[in-house]
């Protein structure tokens, strides 16, 4: 375990970790700290101060009005951005403190993983990236790290949010996709809950919207195996639902439990820092990754690529395109912060930036009040 060097100083957080973590979590103590210095908080540890300021930001606020994979024209069941990312911290949370790793830290990285998603979900970021091509396109992870670096503001003397470099780590791995990199810890911890998260709820939701059924679900291993857990065949069908969703996320978390177990026990007394040097990954068994591909690479076809989805996505992709196109040739309509904005960092990227940051219903009403009524009124925008 760590023991800070000056036991006479040692603060309730760090004494609290010193009691709780395994030796390869990442201790507060050990972090590399802030760009901009600031002294510790007496009873709030770094990590936890990240959280609090990723929680209190507008971009997080504006989660709950984005959608995740189904669009409020489907009705209002469904999982928005803000709710899959409180299920993804509760998940990691569970994983973290079972396997002893560092549970303030997870849930900050947890709290930041979609911050950066634009209205429409994936295919908004598609029109996004299209539209932003000769600017080096768009990605909703690069998106995460401008905001709290650049665009929030938190503080009078500096931009953004001044994150410790271990939560800014865990968004710039899933920024640049480095697969030859180890992550720490933590961050593979969210990346797995994010997965299996995202699975079970697509199947939730999917089922409620009726875009699935039941029959549909036969024969996929995950599926199976929860059926030999639990009466799903006898249960009632709200019930039913809600007992083969609990069911996939358990079996998923109970199998990269017990196999993480097994990779992390030879390596108790080794830090962080030594575990990530030697490319230590936790996984699912090859088995359960399997079944885990089988029903991810069923959700693709079935629901991803359903026929009611990818017409509302198209509709709704269009409609970013072409209030890209406006304010593009027009940056007098941009508010007035992007066109101060757009000073440094170009009219296309402000662009982007703005439309990046509304939800699916601010981008609705200005689409409307752009475009529909303007072409009502004779506007000529050419």
């Known amino acids: 375990m760590h023991t800070p060097s000056n036991q006479q100083s040692t603060l309730p957080w760090q004494e609290r970790e010193q009691h709780l973590l395994a030796s390869y979590a990442m201790h507060s103590i050990d972090s590399e700290g802030r760009e901009h210095n600031e002294p510790h908080h007496r009873y709030r540890g770094p990590f936890q101060r990240d959280r609090d300021r990723i929680l209190h930001s507008a971009a997080f606020r504006r989660l709950s009005g984005k959608m995740q994979v189904f669009t409020g024209d489907m009705g209002d069941y469904h999982r ?37 998603h634009p209205p429409y979900g994936h295919c908004g970021e598609d029109a996004l990236d299209e539209s932003l091509r000769h600017e080096g396109g768009f990605s909703h992870n690069q998106f995460a790290l401008d905001l709290v670096t650049h665009l929030e503001q938190r503080y009078t003397q500096y931009s953004g949010l001044n994150l410790t470099r271990e939560v800014l780590s865990g968004q710039q791995f899933r920024s640049h996709k480095d697969q030859a990199a180890t992550p720490v810890l933590e961050i593979q911890v969210v990346d797995a809950a994010d997965s299996i998260a995202y699975d079970a709820h ?181």
């Open 202 to 382: 697509d199947v939730d939701d999917a089922l409620k919207l009726g875009l699935l059924d039941w029959q549909q679900l036969s024969g996929l291993a995950l599926v199976e195996r929860a059926r030999h857990l639990v009466p799903l065949d006898q249960a009632e069908p709200e019930r039913r639902r809600q007992l083969l969703v609990h069911t996939l996320i358990e079996l998923q978390i109970s199998d990269l439990l017990e196999q993480s177990k097994r990779i992390l026990e030879p390596l108790e007394g080794q830090t962080s820092l030594d575990v990530q040097q030697e490319g230590c990954r936790l996984e699912m068994t090859d088995t359960f990754a399997a079944d885990k591909g089988q029903l991810e690479r069923f959700l693709f076809e079935n629901v991803y690529r359903h026929p009611r989805l990818i017409q509302i996505r198209q509709q709704a992709a269009e409609r970013l395109r072409e209030l890209f196109d406006l304010l593009l040739h027009h940056p007098a309509r941009l508010p007035d912060r992007f066109q101060t904005l757009a000073s440094s960092w170009g009219v296309s990227r402000a662009t982007g930036i703005y439309l990046a940051g509304m939800t699916d219903r601010f981008c609705e009403e200005q689409y409307e009040a752009l475009i529909v009524q303007e072409i009502e009124q004779g506007a000529d925008w050419s």
């Open 80 to 116: 928005t951005r803000l709710t899959h990312t409180h299920e993804v911290a509760s998940l990691a949370r569970t994983i973290g403190r079972t396997l002893g790793l560092n549970e303030d830290l997870i849930e900050a990285l947890a709290l930041l993983h979609d911050i950066g």
